[in-house]
C-alpha cells in the first residue's frame, strides 16, 4: 500500500492533565490500544479534530515510551479551545511524525548539554529531555533551565519535581517571573537568569520558547561564550501538509516542516529573517 | 511525423475520446480554458493563453480528500477518491508544460503526493507547438523552446494541417489509437513554422531578461533589497497571479461540515493572502510587502535553490496580462536582475 502522508490515523485519547490554567497534556493511542508511529525527539505530528481544523505539535513524549504519545497544547486558538474541551475516550487524528529532529544520535552523544526552555517551549525538549535520561550514560552533564510567568505555569512540574532533580549529574534550575506566594524558588527572566548562572559555554544549548526569550537568551549565550554552531532551537510557522508542499512555512529555501522545525543557530543565520 | 487535414479535427477528437476523455481548450462565456470536449463543444486550438493554467488537470482548485463521519466519540475515515478514467490533454503550450515539470518536482517528491500523482500517471499530455507567440511571453528567458517537441506527443499547426510526433511511449500508444486517421509527413512545413516562430519570438521584448543575478548565493542580498517597497506598494493582494500562474502550488487544507459529515477538502491558497500564515500566535509576514516579496523571491531564488537552479516560473505572461495593478515578475527581474536588464 502507498504511505498516505495526507489521509491521517485514528486516535484515541486515553488520558488528560492539566498541566497549567492553560496548557493540557493528552495522551493518545491507535485504536489497536497500541502507539500510532515512532518519532525521535523535536519531531511533530499533525492533530486533528475534523470540522475544526488540523494543527501541527510537538511530540511531547519521549520516542523511548512505547505505549503512547502524550501532546502537550496550549489554549490559544480556535482549535486548541475544542482539544482543550476533549474528554477521555475521544477519537482524533494524528498523522507524522514530520520534521527533522535533535540530532541526538548524530552530534549531542557524549556531550553536556543545556536545555533553556520557556512556558510551553517545554512541550518539545521534554521529548529530548526524557529520551536523554533513558539513555542516561551515552550523555555527559545535564542542565535544565525552566521559566514561566508563574508557578502555576511551569508545564509538567511534577516530573521535574519528583524526577528530573533526581537523575544523577543533573540540574535543574526553575524560574519564574513574578513573585508569588507560596514560590520560594528564583524570580525573573530566564535570559537573566540563564547569564547569572554562570553556565559552561561549551556545553550544547537547546533552546525552546516565547520567540522574545528566544533572542536574549540567545544573546546571553553568545556573551557566555556559546558557539552558535553549538546551540539549537525550534521555529514555528503556520503549516497546513507537513511534507513541504502547502508553502506555507517557507522561510527562505527552508521548508520549517521538512528541514526543521530543529536548526542549529548557523543555519538560521543563513536564512532571512522572516520567522 | 504524421499530419492530419484540420478539417478533420473533430473526427480525431471523437476517435481519442472512445478509448480516454479529452480535455482541450474550450470557449465557454468567452473564456477560452480546459475543459471535457463533447460534440458541440467549441474547441479554440488558436487561442494563445487559456485563462487558467492546465495545472487543475493534477492540482484541482478545489478537490475533496476525505470524509470524516463521527459518532459518539468515534471517527471514520473515508477515502472519497474514486478511480481515474485515463484521459488526455490536448494542446498543452511548451510553457505550461513546463510548469507541470515544475509542479512534479514539488508534488512528485517524496512523500508522493498521491492525489495529484493518480491524476498524473492517468493523463497523456499532448503539446501544442506554438506558432503566434505574443509580447507578454517570455519563456524564452527559461531556455524553453515554445516550437519544442515536449510532453508524450507534440503537435503543430499551420493553416491547412495539424503534424503529429510521438516522443514518449504513452504517447506511441494513443498515436496507435489514432494512426488510421493521419497520413504520413509534415517535416518540411514543420521545420519551416519552427524558425519563423523564433524568430517572432526573438524580437519579443521580454525574450532576453537576464537571471544571471538570480542565482541562491544572492539569497539574502536580493532578500532585503531596498526596492521591494516600490516594487510592492501598489499590490492589492488579490492573489489573482497566484491563480492564474501555473507553477503556483501553495495550497490549503480545510474542513466543511455536512449533513452527512465532514468533507476534508484541499484548495488553492495564495501567499499574497494576510491570513497565508496568520497563527494563534502571531503572523510572519504582516506587511504586503513582505508577502509580495515571498512569491518573487520562491519563483526565482527559493525553489531553484531547492532544484538545481530549475526557475519556478515559466515565462507563460499570464501575471503580465492579468494583474490589475500591472505588477508583475517582468518588472521584478528588471528591478533586481542589475544592469542587464536596463
Redesign the interface.
Known sequence: M???????K?GVVTDIRKDTPDVKTFRVVGTDGKKLFKHMPGQCAMVSI?????CMFSITSSPTNEEYMEFSIKK???V?EVIHAL?V?????VRGPYGKNFPVEEDFKGKDLLFIAGGIGLAPLRSVINYVRHYRSNYGKVVIVYGARSKDDLVDIDEIQNEWVNEPNTDVYLTIDRPQEGWDGHVGFVPSYVKELGLDPNMTAVLCGPPIMIKFTLQGLLELGFDKSRIFTTL???M??G??????C????KFVCKDGPVFRMTELD?L?D?? | MLKISKSNLNALYAKINETMGLFIPIKKAGEVNYAVWGEGKEVSLETLKTVKSPKNMFFPQTEN??K?K?EG?????I?VRDEKRPFVLFGVKACDYKAIEVLDK??L?D?????YKARRDATTIVTLACSKPEESCFCKVFDIDATGAYGDVTVWMDEENLYWQANTEKGEALTATVRELFAEGGEAEVAAQQSATKAIIDQLPFSNLDLSKFK?EN??EL??AAEWEEMSEACLGCGTCTFVCPTC???????F?THEG?I?Y?CW?S?MYSD??????GN??TTQM?RFR?RF??KI??YP??NDGLYSCVGCGRCVNKCPQNLNIVKVIKKLGGKAND
Not at chain 2, 497565508?276 to 500566535?281: D, E, S
Open positions: 502507498i504511505e498516505e502522508t495526507l489521509i491521517p485514528i475534523p470540522g475544526v481544523g488540523e490559544c486558538g480556535c486548541t474528554e475516550g475521544q477519537q482524533i487524528t514555528e510557522l503556520r497546513k501538509c511534507v513541504g508542499k502547502c508553502g506555507r517557507n522561510v527562505g529555501d543563513e532571512p522572516e520567522y | 480528500m476525505m470524516f463521527t466519540k468515534n471517527i471514520e475515515i477515502d514539488v508534488f517528491a512523500p508522493v503526493d498521491t492525489y541562491p539569497l539574502n532578500f532585503d502550488q501553495c495550497f490549503d487544507i480545510r474542513d461540515k465532514v476534508r484541499r491558497d501567499c497565508f500564515t496568520l497563527m494563534a500566535h510572519s509576514r513582505q515571498q523571491m520562491h531564488v527559493y535553490s531547492q
